[in-house]
C-alpha cells in the first residue's frame, strides 16, 4: 500500500522527470466487460478520463452508459473545493447500495485528485472498505496492473504516489469528440497560490516535448480534427522546466502552421504572459481569440496573500494589452471571495475592477479551506453567509456585463465549430464561435463537426441563439 503525504507532495525534490513511453498489456482481462466512469473537476480530469477509457478499452471493457449495469466504476475526482468532496462521498453512497444489493462484483475505484489528499485516503481506508482501488494523478498509467491485482488477490489496492510521476507518451485514449480534442502540454504546477491544493495534488510542472505535442496536433489534424486545446494548469509556464529559448509563444506558433483550424488553450496565468505570446495570438487566424484569465481579487492586499505574483494595475496593463491587440478577443476570469483578510473595502476593489474590465464572463468562488494549503493556516474572516452575500453582489456584475458582451454579437454574422445537438432543443445544434460564446443554432443536424456561419439573433447572459447561413 502506498498512501499519499502532502509534506513530502509539497518538497519539490528536484527529482529528474523521465520521459518514458506507455506498455500496452496485452490480457484482455476485461473483456466482455463494461465501465462506467464519471468525471469530477477541470478540463484536465476530462482528458485524464479519456485515457482512463481509452485504457480500460485496451484490455477489451466496453463504455457503459449507466453505472447500473457496469462492471467496474472509476470516480475520476476533484480536489479544488470542499464541495467536489461531497459530491464524490454521495455518490460512492449510492455505490455501496449497489454492492450491498444488485451487484456484490461491482468493481469500484477512485482516482484524480482527492486521492492524492492524506484525509480522503485514510477516510476510504477506514470508513469506506467496498472502494476496491485507489491511484493517484501520478501513476494513471500503471492503473490496468492496479485493477488486475485487485482481480487477482481480492485485497484492496491504494497506491498513491507523493512525488511528480514521470511523463509518459503512448497512453491509450478514447478521445470524447472526434472534432474537438484535447492536448496536454503541461503536467502540475509551481505556483503555490496560497489557497490552491493543485501543486500538491499535481505536482511541480513538468512540460511535454515539444516533439511529441506537435506530432500529436499534425495527427489530429489528418484525422480530421478541426480543434485543439493546449491544456495545463499554468500553459504560459510552458516549457520553463525544460527548454532555455521555447515557450507558449513558440509552441502557438508551430501549432498554428500545422494548419489546423481552430487552436485554444488553457489556463493562462497573468504572471507568464508575455507580450510575445500576445502578439502571436494576434498575428494567426487560426489561434482562437478567447483568453481564459484568472484575476481572483481586486485588491493588492489579498492578491499579496494569495501569492498571485501580480498587482491589480499589472493585471489591468496586461488586459488592455490583449484587448487592444487580439481582435474581437473575448477575456474570462475566475474570482474568489471571501479569502481570509479580505474587508468590505477589498471585496469592493473587486467589484469596482469587475465594473471596469467588463469580463466576458467570470467563474465565481467563495473561499473554501483546503487541508494543508498555506491559506488554510490563515484566520478566516469572512462568514459563510457574507461569503454567500460578495458572491451574489459580484455575480450580478459579472452577468450584466456578459449579456453586454454577447449583445454585442446580435447582428454578426460569425464562425461557429458545431459540437452536437443543443441541450435545450433537439431540434436545434450548438457549436461555439471563435471567441467561445456558446451559440443555439437554428440549423440542420448535419452541421455537426463543421465550422459554419451563423447569424446571431439573440443574445443572453451565458449562450447566444443564432440562425445557419448557408454558403
Ligand atoms: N477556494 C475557492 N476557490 C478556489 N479556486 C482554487 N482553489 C480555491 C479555493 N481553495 C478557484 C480559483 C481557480 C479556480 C480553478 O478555482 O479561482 O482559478
Ligand atoms: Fe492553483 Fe495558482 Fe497553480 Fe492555478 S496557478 S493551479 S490557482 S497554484
Not at 6 to 13: D, F, G, L, Q, T
Not at 151 to 178: A, W, Y
Not at 211 to 226: R, T
Not at 443 to 463: D, L, M, Q, R, T
Amino acid at each position: 500500500m502506498k498512501k499519499p503525504d502532502m509534506i513530502e507532495a509539497k518538497k519539490r525534490n528536484k527529482r529528474e522527470v523521465e520521459y518514458t513511453q506507455y506498455t500496452k498489456k496485452e490480457d484482455l482481462f476485461g473483456k466482455n466487460k463494461k465501465y462506467f466512469v464519471r468525471t469530477y473537476g477541470c478540463q484536465m480530469n476530462e482528458h485524464d478520463s479519456e485515457k482512463i477509457c481509452g485504457m480500460l478499452e485496451s484490455v477489451g471493457y466496453i463504455k457503459s452508459e449507466s453505472y447500473e449495469d457496469a462492471d467496474i466504476v472509476i470516480l475520476n475526482t476533484c480536489a479544488i473545493r470542499e464541495n467536489a468532496h461531497d459530491k464524490v462521498f454521495g455518490f460512492l453512497g449510492v455505490l455501496k447500495h449497489i454492492k450491498d444489493t444488485t451487484n456484490p462484483n461491482l468493481l469500484v475505484g477512485l482516482c484524480g485528485c482527492m486521492a492524492q489528499e492524506e484525509v480522503v485516503v485514510s477516510n476510504i481506508i477506514n470508513k469506506y472498505k467496498y472502494v476496491d482501488f485507489v491511484f493517484g494523478t501520478h501513476n494513471l498509467d500503471n492503473m490496468l496492473n492496479i485493477i488486475k491485482e485487485k482481480i487477482d488477490t481480492s485485497k484492496n489496492q491504494i497506491e498513491v504516489l507523493s512525488f511528480e510521476g514521470d511523463v509518459v507518451e503512448g497512453i491509450p485514449m478514447h478521445r470524447d469528440s472526434i472534432y474537438s480534442a484535447w492536448i496536454d502540454i503541461q503536467y502540475g504546477c509551481d505556483k503555490f497560490c496560497t489557497y490552491c491544493i493543485v501543486p500538491y495534488t499535481r505536482g511541480a510542472q513538468r512540460s511535454r516535448k515539444k516533439e511529441d505535442i506537435l506530432s500529436e496536433v499534425k495527427d489530429l489534424k489528418e484525422k480530421g480534427y478541426k480543434e485543439i486545446t493546449l491544456l495545463g494548469q499554468n500553459v504560459n509556464a510552458y516549457g520553463k522546466d525544460l527548454y532555455d529559448d521555447y515557450d507558449l509563444s513558440n509552441l502557438l506558433e508551430d501549432s498554428a502552421k500545422i494548419g489546423i483550424d481552430r487552436i485554444r488553450f488553457v489556463t493562462s496565468h497573468p504572471w507568464d504572459f508575455t507580450d510575445n505570446m500576445v502578439n502571436i495570438i494576434a498575428k494567426y487566424d487560426n489561434i482562437m481569440p478567447y483568453i481564459h484569465l484568472p484575476l481572483q481579487s481586486g485588491s493588492n492586499k489579498v492578491l499579496k496573500l494569495m501569492n498571485r505574483k501580480y498587482t491589480k494595475e499589472e493585471y489591468i496593463e496586461l488586459y488592455n494589452k490583449i484587448r487592444n491587440k487580439v481582435k474581437g478577443c473575448s477575456i474570462t476570469t475566475d474570482i474568489i471571495v471571501g479569502f481570509p483578510g479580505e474587508t468590505e473595502e477589498d471585496f469592493n476593489e473587486t467589484l469596482e475592477i469587475a465594473e471596469q474590465l467588463k469580463f466576458d464572463g467570470a467563474f465565481t468562488f467563495a473561499f473554501s479551506k483546503r487541508e494543508n494549503t498555506p491559506a488554510a493556516l490563515m484566520k478566516e474572516t469572512v462568514s459563510e453567509e457574507e461569503k454567500l452575500d460578495r458572491l451574489h453582489k459580484l455575480n450580478e456584475v459579472i452577468n450584466k456585463y456578459s449579456l453586454e458582451s454577447n449583445n454585442k454579437m446580435v447582428d454578426k454574422i460569425v464562425k461557429c465549430l458545431v459540437i452536437g445537438e443543443s441541450e435545450k432543443d433537439s431540434s436545434k445544434v450548438c457549436g461555439y464561435t471563435e471567441n467561445m460564446k456558446l451559440v443555439n443554432i437554428d440549423g440542420p443536424h448535419s452541421i455537426i463537426g463543421k465550422i459554419v456561419n451563423v447569424k446571431i439573433e439573440e443574445a443572453k447572459s451565458f449562450s447566444l441563439d443564432g440562425k445557419y447561413i448557408k454558403d
